[in-house]
């Protein structure tokens, strides 16, 4: 009996564990069925006009604005946005798209009659810096040229430091033989820093991205740290290390000429100088270096070399001596070794091609307490018309082409500015030093436009391509996105973000604004530097403009 009772209960507990093991088979398939259901389920193509993309979890490009979308219900909850600007990332195949559209807009806007402007025939006193033939040398021709200055068709240059690194000089009058910092000086006229359809700007900006490293020693002056780097090739480039995230936006409470120096505002002051069509700002371009080899170790400088340590969280940084911002509570940090600089060219050697530094009539006064002359004189413009250079020439509305590209990028810190002693008073003014540029896009600065709105005096060339970038298709934050999208640290970040951006826009519209003003009340408002290329261009045997 005992027996029997064992074997009902064993029989029980078989058939349970096979109706569990039978339910557990069955889970088992749905769950694989609904696998398999998901993944024969396509995407919606990518090629749908209709579609919106923030459905394809990308952002919409910035050139589709304005196109009607199909209105697709959202499974976000109620008042979160769909996208969130530049802090989301796209994906590879939308941002791809995006940064073509873009770039052949950019290629577009630079096939424009207005980028494309003819440039008088060069002379031969127009050129910053000649390259001396071999027949030159022999004639004595040309005074000024010093006989050790001269490159000849048959003569070397050898580097006097080989053993130190560098590379051996083997240049001669053939372009081809000259690095590209070479050739940039060699392409500095009366009228520009480079002429945009150089192939030599493409080549320069890569040497400066990815030249080796073969010094690194602190440049003096200035209020801020800044590095010269020396190359193989005997180029050198100006170094700003990043200080501050891009998101950072300057303390309203912070004087302007206390605020920290960005390297993305001197990358991106680069390429906005390029799209307003001045060629004033020496080429930049961005790059990830190692604090560690190709500055610590490397460096000559003893009391740069000082000034190193690890910070508690395992980052080399440094912070040199200058007169803001150098000590331990602001150092630069590698991340731990790595660290977002940018690099420009430098210009020529003063030695060889002098500059004169001229004080803005327009400078700030510096002072907590003091105003300048021309924040309290409303009719200060008509002394400054009486005073040489602005007396005559193109030298007022140089200056009032620089302050439209400091408003712009909300740089009040123009105090100085250049120009190259042998073209005179009859040359453009070399833009430098933007370092505390873009530092707020939430407010602009109206006191930077103070030369426009007092002078009412502006560039034809300049009011039509701010027009050009002002229309739908040519938009200049959608410009400058493109532009930017080149630089190398735009695969770690966007150089500038989308509020920086969509400043500009808003900033170009004020500056717009300001001009219609002008016109209302002045008549001799515009400029007129395109009469003479419009004149010629009646002249052609069809009548008709190029």
């Known amino acids: 009996m005992r027996r029997l009772n064992l074997a009902k209960s064993t029989r029980s507990i078989y058939l349970s564990l096979a109706c569990l093991s039978l339910a557990l088979h069955l889970l088992l398939a749905f769950f694989c069925l609904s696998i398999l259901q998901t993944a024969c389920i396509l995407p919606p193509s990518s090629s749908t006009q209709d579609t919106d993309p923030v459905q394809h979890g990308s952002h919409p490009s910035p050139l589709d604005a304005?196109?009607?979308?199909?209105?697709?219900?959202?499974?976000?909850?109620?008042?979160?946005?769909?996208?969130?600007?530049?802090?989301?990332?796209?994906?590879?195949?939308?941002?791809?798209?995006?940064?073509?559209?873009?770039?052949?807009?950019?290629?577009?806007?630079?096939?424009?009659?207005?980028?494309?402007?003819?440039?008088?025939?060069?002379?031969?006193?127009?050129?910053?810096?000649?390259?001396?033939?071999?027949?030159?040398?022999?004639?004595?021709?040309?005074?000024?040229?010093?006989?050790?200055?001269?490159?000849?068709?048959?003569?070397?240059?050898?580097s006097t430091s080989e053993e130190e690194g560098y590379d051996k000089m083997d240049w001669t009058n053939d372009v081809d033989t000259h690095p590209p910092w070479l050739r940039f000086h060699l392409g500095i006229t009366r009228w520009e820093l480079y002429d945009r359809r150089d192939p030599n700007l493409d080549q320069l900006t890569h040497y400066l991205a990815t030249q080796r490293i073969l010094n690194a020693v602190q440049k003096t002056g200035g209020t801020q740290l800044k590095l010269l780097m020396s190359f193989p090739n005997h180029g050198q480039a100006l170094l700003k290390p990043m200080k501050q995230s891009r998101q950072a936006e300057t303390d309203v409470n912070l004087f302007y000429f206390s605020d920290f120096e960005r390297h993305n505002a001197e990358i991106a002051a680069f390429h906005l100088d390029r799209l307003l069509g001045f060629h004033r700002v020496p080429p930049v371009v961005g790059r990830l270096i190692n604090v560690t080899t190709e500055i610590r170790e490397i460096t000559t400088d003893h009391k740069l070399m000082k000034t190193f340590f690890t910070s508690p969280a395992g980052n080399v940084c440094f912070y040199g001596q200058c007169e803001y911002y150098c000590s331990t509570e602001h150092p630069v940090c590698g991340r731990p070794h790595l660290l977002e600089v940018s690099l420009a060219a430098m210009l020529p050697d003063l030695t060889l091609a002098p500059r004169r530094s001229w004080r803005s009539p327009w400078k700030r006064s510096y002072s907590r307490t003091k105003l300048a002359q021309w924040e309290k004189v409303p009719a200060y413009c008509d002394t400054v018309k009486q005073t040489p250079p602005y007396n005559r020439g193109t030298r007022l509305v140089d200056l009032i082409d620089m302050a439209v590209l400091d408003f712009l990028m909300s740089n009040m810190d123009r105090h100085h500015y250049e120009t190259f002693e042998k073209f005179g008073n009859d040359t453009f003014l070399v833009h430098l030093d933007h370092g505390r540029a873009f530092g707020r896009h939430s407010q602009d600065e109206p006191s930077i436009l103070a030369p426009l709105q007092q002078c009412c005096r502006i560039r034809r060339s300049t009011l039509l391509r701010l027009r050009l970038l002002s229309l739908p298709d040519s938009r200049l934050s959608d410009m400058m996105r493109a532009s930017l999208a080149r630089d190398p640290l735009a695969a770690v970040a966007p150089i500038l973000s989308e509020p920086h951006l969509s400043a500009l826009d808003r900033r170009l519209a004020t500056v717009l604004q300001v001009v219609r003003t002008c016109q209302h009340q002045h008549q001799d408002v515009i400029y007129d530097d395109l009469g003479k290329y419009e004149e010629d261009q009646n002249q052609q045997p069809d009548g008709k403009n190029k």
Request: proline share 6%; net charge negative.
């Open 66 to 158: 304005g196109r009607p979308r199909r209105k697709v219900r959202s499974s976000r909850p109620a008042g979160e946005d769909s996208f969130s600007g530049s802090e989301k990332k796209l994906t590879g195949g939308g941002r791809a798209a995006q940064e073509v559209k873009g770039r052949a807009r950019l290629e577009a806007l630079f096939r424009h009659p207005l980028y494309n402007l003819p440039r008088p025939p060069l002379q031969e006193d127009d050129w910053l810096l000649r390259v001396r033939t071999s027949e030159q040398t022999e004639d004595g021709e040309h005074e000024g040229y010093e006989e050790e200055e001269a490159i000849s068709a048959d003569s070397e240059w050898w």
